[in-house]
């Protein structure tokens, strides 16, 4: 049974009064005291649930470049590509169009590992001066140089 449901089944008891109930019942080798009132039901909605299994994604800003805006994929897949990230957007600011996506690298696909932990977002993203390129960084510390003019990319040396 997962964290949740055992939280859910544990709120619902409360809320019930059926756990409250069962608690206050005095023991049968205690002697028998005056009844009280129910201590208040104790307000589950503060209660703490399990955390996300990653961290949320670096904040790496798009970068403009001779009139185009370049920015990552964050969702691929819903775009029906074959992975959520590691793609290059080209996007025509003035009517935020997408004029072409480029994969940049493979993330990989790990079957029974859940999904969100399998995405490597960009952490660093960089025009290099003097050339119509960027540099791109993922979180695992491989290096990417994307040729903007070609629409190609290279592991950085």
């Not at 859910?8 to 409360?14: E, Q, R």
């Not at 069962?22 to 208040?40: F, L």
């Not at 690298?105 to 003097?130: C, H, S």
Request: net charge negative.
């Amino acid at each position: 049974m997962s964290v949740r449901h055992t939280l859910l089944l544990l709120a619902c008891a409360i809320s019930s009064g059926t756990l409250a109930a069962g608690c206050s019942q005095p023991s049968a080798s205690s002697p028998a005291e005056p009844a009280t009132a129910t201590p208040p039901l104790q307000d589950t909605s503060a209660m703490s649930l399990p955390t996300a299994s990653r961290i949320p994604p670096p904040d790496v800003p798009p970068i403009e470049h001779q009139g185009i805006r370049y920015e990552q994929e964050m969702q691929g897949v819903r775009h029906g590509l074959d992975q959520s990230t590691g793609y290059l957007v080209a996007i025509d600011p003035a009517t935020n169009e997408r004029l072409w996506v480029l994969k940049v690298y493979e993330t990989g696909n790990v079957p029974g590992l859940e999904q969100d932990v399998q995405r490597r977002y960009f952490k660093r993203m960089e025009l290099i001066e003097g050339r119509d390129a960027l540099q791109i960084e993922n979180e695992t510390g491989q290096r990417f140089i994307v040729d903007l003019a070609q629409r190609t990319s290279s592991p950085a040396p």
